[in-house]
């Protein structure tokens, strides 16, 4: 009696038989030989094994396929308990298939503790060598003098400057925003998951802010008009990106000042995505609880209905008008037997119907603007800024008019 053993890379030190051409005939020469513990038949060559059977082992089918089959003689007796040994070798391999799972786990949550990744480039990323970089918690904190060195805080977390050893000055947020990859977003330089600590460490910026050459009295350098222009227009694009371009739209929730960053070429780049938004592109709406920040918020925020980009586009009208203006849109005006609060966005929808777009501008600027970019971006911060979400462009349009298209 033989039990056939499929699929398997044969034994070593086979013997095999001349003259024989069929299976019968290699099955029948094993049996004439007491010795004899197996045979194989294939492609007409009859191979037979004698005593142990070494080396030998079974294919997946898939990776290591092989189409050699095994004869394993067995006595009678051996064949009709063949069943019940094959149901306790099952419970066996059950048992320590079930065993090993458990080490491997036990092994993975202790290393997991154990190895802390620095410095390793990963896949698809795009840190100074094309990489994301895993920094060490205690790099970086030792880098930022502990975390002392706040730059300021953000929708989920807090900012801080820090240097890397080759003096390339970088950010460190506390936030969970994903690789997203635009000349007009803030560069993600590496990471750091160490226990409870998530970091993300940014490209810092040497210029810091919008709202510190809008606002500040003090503020070292009066950004331009052309300067201010180009501010407009790479935010636009940026938030083009996020809403158009990138595989889920993103809604940025908190578009402010704050949180367009400057480079040492004044290049604007939008960060702080703690409240950002994920809509698949099978939706057009997502519900969140997170509000933005009081004059910037659109009017459907207010409402607790679901959000679109549109909230995004109201949020960048608003801004638009502080570029033109220099001043926050919501002031205070004080004299002496009066207080006045002073709402820029609907003194500028009246001065752009009188055609009187040029009292608008910052007075900073000494008349040194184009009136008819100074008009335009007016006009599409108007736009931006309808009480209908469905009334306000999308942010491609938006570019496109700034553009000049």
């Not at 202790?110 to 802390?116: G, R």
């Not at 949020?315 to 820029?344: C, D, H, K, P, W």
């Amino acid at each position: 009696m033989f039990h056939t053993i499929a699929h398997v890379t044969l034994p070593s030190y086979p013997h095999n038989i001349e003259d024989v051409t069929t299976q019968s005939e290699c099955e029948e020469a094993c049996l004439n030989n007491c010795s004899c513990t197996a045979y194989s038949y294939s492609s007409g060559r009859c191979s037979i094994w004698y005593g142990e059977l070494f080396s030998l082992s079974q294919t997946d089918g898939i990776e290591n396929f092989s189409d050699n089959d095994l004869y394993l003689r067995l006595a009678t007796r051996g064949m009709q308990s063949l069943g019940e040994n094959n149901k306790v070798r099952s419970r066996i391999v059950i048992a320590a298939g079930i065993a090993s799972c458990g080490l491997l786990i036990f092994m993975l949550m202790f290393w997991s503790k154990k190895i802390k990744w620095c410095g390793v480039p990963l896949l698809g990323s795009q840190g100074s060598g094309g990489g994301i970089i895993a920094f060490r918690y205690t790099d970086l904190g030792h880098a930022t003098k502990n975390f002392s060195q706040r730059l300021g805080g953000g929708g989920f977390g807090s900012v801080f400057k820090r240097v890397l050893s080759d003096r390339t000055s970088i950010a460190a947020e506390v936030s969970s925003i994903g690789l997203i990859q635009h000349i007009n977003l803030v560069k993600l330089i590496g990471f750091c998951c160490e226990g409870d600590k998530r970091l993300l460490v940014y490209e810092h910026m040497s210029n810091g802010s919008l709202n510190a050459d809008l606002f500040q009295s003090n503020a070292s350098t009066i950004l331009s008009w052309s300067t201010r222009y180009q501010i407009a227009i790479g935010v636009a694009r940026g938030l083009s990106y996020l809403h158009h371009s990138c595989r889920e739209c993103i809604i940025h929730c908190d578009i402010k000042p704050e949180n367009i960053l400057l480079d040492a070429s004044f290049l604007p780049k939008i960060t702080d995505f703690g409240m950002a938004a994920i809509v698949g592109r099978d939706f057009s709406r997502v519900l969140t609880t997170f509000r933005g920040t009081a004059g910037y918020l659109a009017p459907e925020w207010l409402s607790g209905v679901a959000i679109t980009p549109k909230v995004d586009v109201y949020s960048f009208g608003m801004v638009l008008l502080e570029i033109i203006s220099g001043r926050r849109n919501s002031s205070e005006a004080y004299t002496s037997n009066s207080y006045q609060a002073v709402y820029f966005p609907v003194q500028a929808s009246s001065k752009l119907h009188e055609g009187d777009v040029q009292s608008l501008v910052d007075p900073q600027l000494r008349d040194d603007f184009d009136l008819a970019e100074a008009e335009r971006v007016c006009k599409v911060a108007c736009w931006c800024i309808q009480d209908n979400e469905v009334h306000r462009p999308t942010m491609v349009e938006v570019v496109r008019v700034l553009e000049g298209l």
